[in-house]
């Protein structure tokens, strides 16, 4: 099929009075499937059921160092649990932290404190007049709701395959003293699935803060989800903090993990990384906050488990279920909308996500026009601070919650409306 | 024996010196024992073992509305964990929000709420200058902690032992507009074991705060804390939200509550109780902070207890536990306290501790001597603001850890200490 900008008007006319016959049919269809969030299927969900059968009431409830998880205390979490956590993501027991069910939990805290008490010592944010966030986007929707939520201006930094845009990064970090973080998500990013460059990694570790209170938050949501066993298809990236301190700033960087996509979303356990001051300086918060997270279940998830290559192994079980999806929206995507011109998406090793940019000016009305025939997508706009897609064009693709039958259906309508506003789009130009 | 005030110097230097002698042995028994914090038992802790048994690989992980309990979601709640844990308070579950393993991380993040964000929509209290907490006293350390974190100023109001000194309350809350909030623990207070009259209850319903943005903070650790299965030996007190209510005031109150102390501490859940207005304000945070709290662990224990009654019995195999503990101590102080002046103390009918009151300018010496011979207690001062006891004279007794033979050999050392430091404080009077 040639590219709709080849297309005479009488051509994408026909084109149009064509797809919407086929809309027509799809909407009376009557279908309602959720391709909004990151949400794990049925069937990944059951890959974690074995374990609860972990623990019972024979169980012996001691931790290796003879912690009974039963009852309070250990507010840094089992020394079995911070050492397992450390190893997903290649950091060592001591500068790991074990938290509750969500690492989502732990960064909302983590602002927080910066809001209020400062940054090791430093002035509370919420003090200082003007405090602001760089936000590499598209990114992840619910890091941008934690920043504008406390009111933290927020700055776009565009994002390329190797990360985000390291020269402005640098340009305002190194420069600006009001600029007091970074939301990262340096492997398989949301939504693109990029993984950050050496290069990158490094630039980041050689930043040099305007701001002593500046920190890089280093959402690492994504360590250990590929989606295939070659080692040429799973990215890898260099380990963060250890590049802090190889640059000499052992302290900017606030790393965080968790087993939500791993085990059950929700019922998992999460992790912070970071350095022995951050550390000193969060739990002046964190011994205030609480006794100490729920050690049971870090206690099932560590004897579940037992060692990293285990965790692998059921990561490559979650690849089998989630690869088939992605390559099936690949697939329909590649094989309506390739060659149109009217849109480009990534091909992600791993993550959670597709990231689709659609003609500008079109996002908003594709996943309105998706929500008509019943397809729930993620709101357009999410992907960048506030809600906002200056272009609007980015579209983040959900791929695995629904069945593959579903998301046959529900591609077959996402690049229907894709098409169509397209034409529309074309049509009124 | 005769009063110690009744006694002549030569025989207090008499009494003192066997009494030397008697601390000296039991010093060097070497023994080595916590009273210091509310920490269940190990018999209290293997209670609730079966309820590791409720969920296995083989269950149904749907609660009754049909909630997939192992994905993401219900910021709110399963709809049974909620009313459940309402019932343990009273309280519908339209007005229960349940959380995750501990209230007081509930506490703080409310506090945290109303410094950055404001309460209901009011101007952040970090950003008011001077906020201030009434502070009943003796209280609950962490409340204290909390509220010093956030450098809240904390203000002591005596209690009695049918509640705060309520003139003094309606004095400041309904005068003063930077009072922003009380601390109470309305059941066997931490550490009296005081239950607040009615009377008390509705005049906290009845206040008329000077500040719009002022909340109760009703800390109902305690509800169903009962040391005794006799009707007449359980303390009831008037359900605040529904009075708070009928005396037109219902935003004015957060009622926090949890199973830490009924099935295992840190792996129980929590929650919190209030009105619409004040729940959709809390909710503009949570749903930045959190998708869902655990789920699977609100399943296994709703699935586990399954209504209140088997709460109820659960609670009175915990009393069995506690009992026992409770009047080894009260008679270890009768019988080597009683009628000699220095000390007197609680006897609760439910809670955790009994709140000991040494003779002024006492406390932290005898603390101090009891770490010198092995035994652990709270840290004097600990349950006053900030740490200080005007009168050095309170020190929180807490009976649950120890087994009952570590009981009365610490409670031995204990009333030693209390009898050697009066001796050395009237001796050098």
């Not at 938050?217 to 380990?239: G, V």
């Not at 999806?325 to 090793?349: D, H, M, Q, R």
Request: net charge negative.
């Amino acid at each position: 099929m040639k590219a709709y900008c080849e297309m005479t008007r009488e051509e994408l006319l026909a084109e149009k009075a064509q797809l919407e016959k086929e809309f027509e049919a799809l909407k009376a269809a009557g279908i309602s499937l959720d391709m909004s969030r990151g949400k794990p299927a049925a069937a990944q969900l059951a890959l974690s059921d074995d374990m609860m059968d972990v623990l019972s009431s024979e169980s012996d409830f001691k931790a290796e160092d003879g912690t009974e998880c039963r009852n309070y205390g250990i507010v840094r979490g089992l020394p079995e649990a911070r050492r397992l956590m450390g190893e997903l993501v290649g950091v060592s027991a001591d500068k790991v932290t074990v938290f509750g069910n969500a690492s989502l939990n732990i960064m909302f805290d983590t602002v927080s404190h910066a809001m209020v008490k400062g940054v090791c010592g430093g002035k509370p944010w919420l003090l200082q007049g003007k405090v602001r966030f760089l936000c590499p986007a598209p990114g992840y929707d619910r890091h941008f709701k934690i920043t504008e939520y406390f009111g933290i201006e927020m700055i776009t930094v565009p994002m390329t395959p190797a990360g985000p845009d390291m020269d402005m990064v640098e340009k305002y970090v190194n420069n600006d003293p009001t600029v007091k973080g970074i939301w990262c998500v340096p492997k398989y990013s949301n939504p693109q699935g990029y993984s950050y460059s050496d290069e990158t990694v490094r630039r980041f570790a050689a930043l040099t803060p305007a701001a002593d209170d500046f920190r890089i938050f280093w959402d690492n949501a994504y360590a250990i989800h590929h989606l295939y066993e070659e080692a040429d298809r799973q990215d890898e990236i260099l380990e963060i903090l250890s590049a802090c301190e190889e640059a000499g700033h052992p302290d900017m960087v606030y790393e965080f993990f968790s087993t939500s996509k791993v085990t059950y979303p929700g019922s998992g356990i999460s992790a912070m990384a970071t350095s022995a001051n951050n550390t000193a300086d969060l739990q002046k918060a964190m011994t205030v906050q609480t006794i100490g997270h729920d050690k049971i279940n870090q206690l099932r998830h560590v004897r579940y488990f037992k060692n990293l290559e285990n965790v692998k192994a059921h990561m490559m079980a979650q690849a089998a279920i989630m690869r088939p999806k992605f390559e099936a929206v690949e697939k329909t995507l590649e094989e309506s909308l390739g060659g149109l011109g009217i849109g480009t998406w990534t091909k992600p090793n791993g993550g959670y996500f597709i990231s689709f940019d659609a003609l500008p000016g079109c996002a908003k009305a594709i996943v309105a026009k998706a929500a008509e025939a019943g397809v729930t997508m993620t709101g357009a706009g999410a992907t960048f601070p506030y809600g906002r897609d200056p272009e609007d064009s980015n579209i983040r693709i959900a791929p695995s919650f629904p069945t593959p039958e579903e998301l046959t259906e529900a591609g077959r309508i996402f690049v229907l409306c894709v098409k169509l506003v397209s034409l529309e789009k074309m049509l009124s130009a």
